[in-house]
């Protein structure tokens, strides 16, 4: 499958302009010279439903959204609104759904994760059950933690269902409008560190190939890199461009935290951009 073309959001107050948190990626592709660029009114989109382009699209052509998340449903809607207008993403929405949704890719990457107790939207959740299970454990939404606030890194047993539920309120308010599906419970595992930084590496896959393997944490470049074998093994896995995040455990062991859509992945801190574009577009270019 070739594809020609990469699709940005705007700048909220232009849409003309590239989104700024975006430039470095947009200045990228525009320096390698090696794919159509489209940008779509990020105001327009994401707050009155209605897709602008920048440019029109006379002949069909397959595409790469990058960009920010949306809900599967939104999601739905910007690919069938893309395609009247000549712009096919390699990603259909039923691929989004399956690696942005936490739980529906879980069973094919369980061998190799933590452990994890899935509560739908809405349903109790059951701490005895969890205690009963987990030494430790975190708890994220059906797409994302909320890593960075003050929420509790992870909880352990002797935590009260008073003070659980309490925390749970917290975790509800921080994700907003953003909180998608229901709640997952993973064990929480101990990584390894190097100094004070972890040893976790970003693999974007794109195509049946590795695009990129890059370091996620800060972490030194004399950390160890992720065992070929295991990255090799997740190349094909139901989805045409998605990422697969890996962690080096304090036992020496390596163990998956997080799969995702790769057009709404971001890049690592330190990730040279020209090289990942460019490794992008040959592995869709062959």
């Given amino acids: 499958m070739s594809v020609c073309t990469l699709l940005f959001p705007s700048d909220y107050f232009s849409d003309k302009t590239i989104d700024p948190d975006l430039k470095k990626e947009y200045d990228a592709v525009m320096e390698n010279g090696q794919f159509n660029v489209v940008l779509f009114s990020y105001d327009k989109w994401f707050n009155e439903n209605k897709l602008l382009l920048n440019k029109n699209i006379y002949e069909p052509c397959n595409a790469i959204y990058r960009g920010w998340m949306m809900k599967p449903e939104k999601y739905s809607e910007f690919y069938y609104n893309l395609k009247s207008k000549n712009i096919f993403l390699v990603t259909s929405p039923e691929e989004y759904e399956r690696f942005h949704i936490f739980p529906n890719i879980y069973e094919k990457i369980y061998p190799d994760t ?55 309120e917290i975790f509800y308010r921080y994700r907003g409008d953003l909180f998608t599906g229901g709640i997952c419970v993973k064990e929480f595992l101990d990584l390894k560190k190097y100094g004070d930084k972890t040893n976790e590496y970003r693999v974007f896959y794109g195509n049946g190939e590795i695009i990129s393997v890059s370091r996620n944490s800060g972490q030194s470049p004399a950390a160890p890199l992720p065992p070929r074998k295991l990255t090799e093994k997740y190349k094909v896995l139901h989805g045409k461009y998605y990422t697969v995040d890996y962690a080096e455990i304090s036992d020496g062991s390596w163990k998956i935290l997080e799969a995702g859509d790769g057009q709404v992945s971001g890049l690592s801190d330190g990730q040279d951009h020209n090289a990942y574009f460019r490794a992008l577009y040959h592995c869709f270019n062959k």
């Avoid at 009963?132 to 939404?141: C, V």
């Fill in 114 to 168: 933590a452990e994890m107790i899935i509560y739908p939207q809405n349903a109790k959740i059951d701490l005895t059950e969890i205690k009963n299970k987990f030494n430790k454990f975190m708890i994220k939404d059906f797409v994302k933690s909320v890593k960075g606030t003050d929420f509790p890194k992870f909880f352990d047993r002797s935590v009260t269902e008073e003070e659980f539920q309490k925390q749970m």
